[in-house]
Each structure stands twice: as C-alpha cells, then as structure tokens.
C-alpha cells in the first residue's frame, strides 16, 4: 500500500509468526511493491534434506538449505569471490568439503591452498590441479596464477571481436564471451585458512606475506573476468592481520558465517553490508554446527545450513569425477603427487592340513 515500505514487512515478520501460529516468517522483496512472505510450519533447518532434483546451472552449485526451504546456491557468475568465517567446530570445513564436493561435477579446476599441512584438502586431491601446503609454496602458486591470469587477458584481447566485418557478434570482456573452443577452464581458488598466510614473525616472513596478500588482492579485483573465483575462509578477517586485508575482504561480495565467539568477528563479516546479521550471527548455539548466516552486498541475510558430507563422502567425489580434472600448463609444478592406485588381490586362504596321526 501507498506508504508502506519492504522494511516494515520485514519488522513485522516476527508479529506475524505469533499471529499465524508458525515457526518461522521471512519476507523477501521481489519488485517494487511487490513482498513475498514465506511461511514454515517447523524447522526446515534441524535435519537438512536437500531437494532430489536441484537447479543444474554451470557456477551454479547447491551448498546449503535456507530456512524458508529454498535451496541455497553458489553462484559465482553473481558473485565471483566470497568469505567464509566461523569459529572450530562451527561446520566450517564441512561447508568448505561440501563445496568442494558440489563443485568436482563442475568443468572447472580447483587450486586448494591449505596450511594445515594438507589435512583439509590433500584427501581431495585427484580433483585439484594444483595445491600448497605451506605459505612458501602458497606464494609461489599464487604468483603462478596471476601470471595465468595476465596470459587469460592476452587471450581476450586477441580475440575481443570488435571489428565491424563480424556481425551481431558480442564484444568479449571475459571468458563468457569467448567461442565455447577458445574459452579456457574457469578455476577456484580455496583458502582454507587464510591467517596463516598472513601472519609473520620475521623480516623475511614478513616480506612473503606482502608477496601473498598482494596477489590475493590482484586476484580479487582482476581475476573475475579472467575466470578466477576466490573462497575464502578463516576463523577470523580484520585488520589486525595487517595492511592489504581490509582492501581484500571489501572485494569478496558473497560472505558466510558460521559460529563465532564475539561479536567482532561477525562485523568483520556483516558490519559494512549487513548489520542486522550480526546479531544472528551471535545467536548460532552451539550444539547446531553447519548453521550459518549468509549475506551479500545488497543488505538481505538468510540462516542457512549445510548438509552433513563426510570426508569419505568427499573424496569419493572427487574420485568420481577425476576425470575432470584439467591439467593447466602454467600451474604444473604444483600439481598433487598422487600414490599408485593399488590393486587389492584376495588371496583364499589355504586348507587346514589334516593332523596326523
């Protein structure tokens, strides 16, 4: 009506929970004048099923159920680069593993940076066509990757399709717009815990942190038209891990988060987009990990969690599909050594000889 606004239905959710009787109220604006309310009758949210036929889009991937029942996705054609916090044993790195999961049916290539020797996503590794294990290899490969990136750039340029005997023809900006056998393989990148990357106790540490956050912050403004996506995640992103970070974190539209354990760590995430997140953020108990709350540029927030996928469940993904994986030229010195797959021969087991007598 003349005079009512999108905000007001949304303060009035709760009013309206009590009023019909329901366990959750959500609005959500469609167009102007136009607000859907989404009623639930009990918590979608306690035992997450995810739907048996889910929207198959390339950079489209399902991650989590929101707690209207719609399915949550990734998209990382709306939103290149995200963030993901929360606190240990918050599902973090089962949101992360669940991701991963998803993403190894993708025709993309995934690059894992992990510090913690490996033991998040080396167990993933038939599907990753590069990963580090320590920050001296993880500047290494992100430099790999930046000059992967200016090569991408050269590609687009020479074949950019701005010449007037080409009707009809799109003007390439990215690799969307390249012919379907030019456009070379889109990747994402995976930050399992980026304050290791960031943190230093030497004169030379110190130097190879710049080296690491500059070419992170490269990436993120850069490496969207080139195809490069970033996921990144951490207990904590603020400032306190030194120059360059805030610049990084204000380029990743797309953040999650998960429990934490002070309301600091959720303005890290929430306080320049979403401040009303905040609070929900807090709020996560502790004995429903996986529930999170995610959130983007334009101001709206959701609860959201992640279905359970164990590191079994995982690897056998990535096994599945790890035929998919591309081998990227510039990116091969940091290609996962993988063991010889082993076959297991049953041996019977030989007949008891008689006693004798």
């Known amino acids: 009506r003349p005079g009512q606004d999108a905000f007001d239905v949304a303060a009035s959710c709760d009013r309206l929970r009590h009023s019909f009787a329901m366990y959750g109220v959500t609005s959500r604006e469609i167009r102007s004048g136009v607000v859907e309310l989404r009623m639930t009758g009990y918590d979608v949210l306690a035992r997450v099923q995810m739907p048996a036929k889910l929207d198959r889009v390339p950079m489209h991937v399902p991650v989590a159920l929101r707690e209207d029942g719609a399915v949550h996705y990734r998209d990382y054609r709306a939103c290149p680069h995200a963030l993901t916090i929360g606190a240990t044993k918050s599902g973090k790195s089962v949101y992360q593993r669940n991701l991963v999961a998803e993403l190894a049916a993708e025709n993309v290539a995934l690059v894992g940076i992990d510090c913690k020797q490996g033991v998040e996503l080396f167990p993933l590794a038939r599907r990753f066509s590069a990963l580090a294990d320590n920050p001296d290899t993880a500047a290494e490969l992100l430099d790999a990757l930046v000059t992967h990136m200016e090569g991408v750039y050269q590609l687009i340029r020479a074949d950019q399709r701005i010449t007037a005997d080409i009707p009809d023809a799109e003007i390439a900006a990215d690799i969307w717009d390249l012919p379907d056998r030019l456009r070379p393989t889109p990747i994402v990148l995976l930050v399992d815990e980026v304050a290791e990357l960031a943190l230093f106790a030497t004169k030379e540490e110190e130097k190879r942190r710049d080296r690491i956050i500059t070419a992170l912050a490269r990436l993120a403004q850069l490496g969207r038209a080139a195809g490069i996506y970033l996921e990144i995640c951490g207990q904590r992103f603020g400032s306190e891990l030194g120059k360059g970070i805030t610049m990084l974190r204000a380029q990743l539209t797309a953040r999650t988060a998960h429990r934490v354990n002070d309301e600091t760590s959720a303005n890290m995430a929430f306080g320049d987009i979403a401040p009303d997140a905040v609070l929900a953020a807090i709020s996560i108990p502790t004995d429903t990990p996986g529930l999170a709350v995610t959130g983007d540029s334009t101001g709206g927030w959701a609860r959201i969690r992640t279905p359970h996928t164990s ?19 510039g990116l091969a010195a940091f290609r996962p050594e993988l063991p010889p797959t082993v076959s297991l021969v049953k041996i019977p087991a030989q007949a008891e000889a008689p006693a004798s007598v």
């Not at 590191?311 to 030229?329: F, K």
């Open 311 to 329: 590191m079994r469940q995982a690897v056998n993904a990535c096994n599945r599909h790890a035929h998919r994986t591309p081998n990227l030229p």
